[in-house]
């Protein structure tokens, strides 16, 4: 057997589910999901998306590949400002990004 197919295997039964109940969530044939997991063959691209949200799993992981490291977004006050300021024009993004770059300077002088 191999890595992908005990992979592929391994999120359908950490998701709970039996082939045929991923196979009903996602509008394929039992006999589908049993053959991509016995073979290793890669379903297709609409039926991987749709898989991997049944899985809870992206569509990375699902090919077992290593997800991107996400960077951690600021919450409370300061996330809500960064989300409001990413929906502003570019012009006044980079007025922004000046103020804010120089304030963070000023601090690492400061504490350096």
Known sequence: ?????????QLRIAAGL????????????PTNISFWERT???PRSEVLVDMAKVLGVSVE????????????APGGKLG?????VSKLPRS???KILEVVDALVAQHQEKHS
């Open 92 to 94: 006044k993004q980079s």
């Open 40 to 42: 290793g063959k890669t």
């Open 18 to 29: 039996s082939v045929r109940e991923l196979a009903r969530q996602i509008g394929q044939q």
């Open 61 to 72: 992981q699902l090919l077992g590949q290593p997800t991107p490291r996400k960077s951690i």
């Open 80 to 84: 809500q400002t960064f989300e409001a």
């Open 1 to 9: 057997m191999s890595e992908e197919i005990s992979h592929l295997r």
